[in-house]
């Protein structure tokens, strides 16, 4: 009736809460903090990777990194895969995976007609903008502007340019495009409005220039000046 007894302890640690948030949707080039609520990991024990791996990370091994995505050239959305694994000072880990959306940058493009012309021409612009492949150009939101002076939030509109001077005035279109989601970019256009030409009629100081009825004015004193053109010389 030998009895021999043995006892002993195991330790089971505590398995760490991986957890962060990320904003859902932005426009690129961003900068952006993931905000980290991860527990009982070990300090400074956090591991980041973001898929596709196209995105910037200050320190993959900082708990509160800076991501830099970029810009997003294409016509759909980007989504983002951030994971982020917490690991406790006895080799417990946890992860977790989250995402984010990178909207495209819209394409903003217009065209004018006529490029340029005289005095009170009237411009139509047409505006051939495109917020992504599956939006329609219904869905942004514009500022046309003449100078950086704003003059119409339609998606097409005219102007009609006026020049009294006596040179060629140039002035610069813009449109700003805006997504639903806040993306912005732009398109310029420079128009050229010329002066009317001048007409003159010079008379001869020596000759009569007031008279009766039946009055001529003999052409020999008469002097026609033409100037079709404003910036040059004559």
Do not use: R
């Amino acid at each position: 009736g030998c009895v021999h007894n043995y006892t002993d302890s195991v330790a089971v640690h505590t398995d760490p809460i991986a957890l962060f948030s990320i904003t859902s949707d932005t426009c690129g080039p961003a900068t952006i903090i993931p905000t980290n609520y991860s527990q009982f990991q070990f300090p400074d024990s956090c591991l980041w990777s973001i898929y596709p791996n196209t995105v910037g990370i200050s320190d993959s091994t900082d708990c509160n990194p800076e991501f830099y995505f970029p810009e997003n050239t294409l016509q759909t959305d980007i989504t983002y895969y951030i994971t982020l694994t917490v690991i406790t000072e006895f080799g417990c880990d946890s992860t977790i995976t989250d995402s984010i959306v990178i909207h495209p940058t819209p394409f903003v493009d217009f065209t004018a007609s006529p490029p340029n012309g005289c005095d009170g021409l009237n411009v139509l612009l047409t505006n051939n903008s495109s917020p992504s492949l599956i939006d329609s150009i219904t869905t942004m939101t514009f500022e046309w502007s003449i100078d950086s002076v704003p003059f119409s939030d339609a998606i097409d509109t005219s102007y009609i340019f006026n020049n009294t001077t006596d040179h060629d005035t140039s002035f610069i279109i813009t449109l700003i495009g805006e997504t639903q989601y806040g993306c912005q970019s732009s398109d310029e256009d420079t128009i050229t409005i010329y002066p009317y030409p001048i007409a003159e009629i010079l008379l001869d100081n020596n000759s009569d220039t007031v008279n009766c009825k039946d009055f001529v004015i003999d052409s020999s004193v008469i002097a026609i000046n033409h100037y079709p053109n404003a910036n040059d010389s004559y």
